[in-house]
C-alpha cells in the first residue's frame, strides 16, 4: 500500500477495506491502537446491520491486522446484543488491548462505563469490569453520567439540558499516553463541556482535572504538545463548526477559539505527530461532488500541521469520510475511517459499489511540511 504524500487524493482508491462491507456496513466509532512489539494494528468500531447507515449500538468489532498486511485481518464481536456506544481502545503491550464502552442498556438507569481486554496471541477476551472514577475527596465509585454532570456542576458548568442526553461519551477522542505512563483522555456528551481525566492503571481508574469550558457535540481531541494543551473540538448548533483552543496552564484557562474555515460537525482529530499536531476535520469541497446531503456533506478530510495549522493533505470520496481515526507510527500517519450509506444512494443499488460501505484504512506516510 503505497503513501498518499499528495495535496489531494482520492482516498477510496488507495485504502483497503479491513470489514465485511456487506454484512457490517457503514459504522461509528473508529479507534485505533499499535502494538509495536508485534506490528500489530487494532480497530474497534461499531458495525451497522447489512443495509443500514449508522453506528448499531448493539455491538462493538474488533479487527486486527499486521501494519504492513492490512488485508490480513481477524474480527471478533467484543460486545453483541446490548445497547453499547462508540467504543475507545489502548494497547496494553505483548499482544494485548483494552477496548472501552458506554453500556446504555440500562435506560432506566445510569450510564456505566466498561472496559475488556483482548490478548492477541490467545485470541482470548476477558469479562467486562467497570471503570471507576477517583473523585476529589479520595472516594473510588462506578464512571457514570451522573458522575460527570455533578463535577460539571461543582466546578460551576452545570446546564440541565445536559439531562437531555445522560451519556458519558468515552470514545469521541484519541486517548495518549505521557512518558511516564499515564493515559490522558477526554469525557464528553451531547452539548456539555469536555472534561478532561487522566488515569494511572490503564482506565481501571480514571481521575478528573480540568474542564474544558467550551460546549462540545459529544467530540473532542486534544494532546499535551510543547508544554501547552491543544484541543479540537466539535462545536454546538450554533457556531456549526470545528473549533480549536489551547491552554498552557494545564487547563485552568483556555484561549478564545478559532474555527476551522469550511469544517463541518464531524468528529475531528488531533495527535502528537513528530513534535507537533496533526489535526484531521471534515470540510466543505464543492470541487469533488461534495453533496451538503450525504451527511451533511462528510466527504472531504483536510489535515494540517503544527502550530501553524499548516494544510497538509486534502483527502476525498464520494462514498463518503466520516468519524476518521489517525494514529502515529514511525513518524508515518495512518488513518482509519468509515464510509456513508448515504452516498451510496447515488450508485444506484449496485452491490458490489454496497460492498465498500464499511470501515478502511490507509497509510498516509510522512505529512510533516518541509518548511516546518
Not at 489531494?8 to 457503514?26: C, H, K, M, P, W
Not at 492490512?70 to 488491548?97: A, C, F, H, M, Q
Not at 442526553?165 to 469521541?172: F, R, W
Request: aromatic share 12%; with cysteine; glycine share 8%.
Amino acid at each position: 500500500m503505497e503513501n498518499v504524500n499528495l495535496k489531494t487524493a482520492e482516498i477510496l482508491e488507495r485504502s483497503v477495506q479491513i470489514n465485511d462491507g456487506f454484512t457490517q456496513t457503514s459504522a461509528d466509532g473508529v479507534n485505533m491502537a499499535f502494538d509495536s512489539r508485534f506490528g500489530i494494528l487494532f480497530c474497534v468500531y461499531m458495525p451497522g446491520p447489512h443495509g443500514h447507515y449508522g453506528e448499531s449500538r448493539g455491538r462493538i468489532s474488533l479487527t486486527y491486522f499486521p501494519a504492513s498486511q492490512p488485508t490480513n485481518t481477524k474480527t471478533i464481536d467484543v460486545v453483541s446484543g446490548r445497547e453499547v456506544y462508540v467504543p475507545n481502545i489502548i494497547s496494553l503491550g505483548d499482544g494485548k488491548v483494552r477496548i472501552l464502552y458506554e453500556d446504555n442498556s440500562r435506560a432506566d438507569e445510569d450510564h456505566l462505563v466498561y472496559y475488556q481486554d483482548f490478548d492477541y496471541l490467545s485470541e482470548q477476551l476477558t469479562e467486562a469490569e467497570p471503570v471507576m472514577l477517583r473523585k476529589d475527596n479520595g472516594k473510588t465509585v462506578p464512571l457514570t453520567g451522573s458522575e460527570q454532570f455533578a463535577y460539571l456542576e461543582e466546578h460551576g458548568f452545570y446546564n440541565h439540558t445536559y439531562k437531555a442526553a445522560e451519556q458519558v461519551t468515552i470514545g469521541s477522542h484519541t486517548i495518549s499516553r505521557g512518558e511516564d505512563g499515564t493515559l490522558y483522555g477526554a469525557i464528553t456528551s451531547y452539548l456539555a463541556e469536555p472534561i478532561l481525566y487522566r488515569s494511572v492503571d490503564n482506565m481501571q481508574t480514571v481521575e478528573f482535572f480540568a474542564i474544558c469550558p467550551y460546549t462540545a457535540q459529544y467530540e473532542m481531541d486534544y494532546k499535551w504538545i510543547g508544554g501547552k494543551i491543544h484541543a479540537v473540538f466539535r462545536t454546538d448548533k450554533a457556531i456549526d463548526s470545528i473549533g480549536y483552543t489551547c491552554s498552557e496552564d494545564d487547563g485552568k484557562h483556555w484561549s478564545e477559539p478559532t474555527y476551522f474555515k469550511d469544517s463541518i460537525p464531524c468528529r475531528p482529530r488531533l495527535i502528537s505527530y513528530c513534535d507537533s499536531m496533526l489535526i484531521s476535520y471534515n470540510y466543505f469541497n464543492d470541487d469533488t461532488r461534495n453533496r451538503p446531503s450525504i451527511q451533511q456533506g462528510r466527504t472531504a478530510v483536510r489535515l494540517v500541521y503544527g502550530e501553524k495549522q499548516t494544510p497538509v493533505a486534502d483527502l476525498y470520496s464520494h462514498y463518503g469520510i466520516v468519524n476518521v481515526c489517525l494514529i502515529d507510527i514511525l513518524n508515518d500517519a495512518y488513518m482509519a475511517y468509515s464510509t456513508s450509506q448515504l452516498a451510496l444512494e447515488f450508485q444506484n443499488g449496485n452491490p458490489m459499489v454496497r460492498g465498500k460501505d464499511a470501515i478502511r484504512f490507509v497509510k498516509l506516510g510522512d505529512l510533516t511540511p518541509k518548511f516546518e
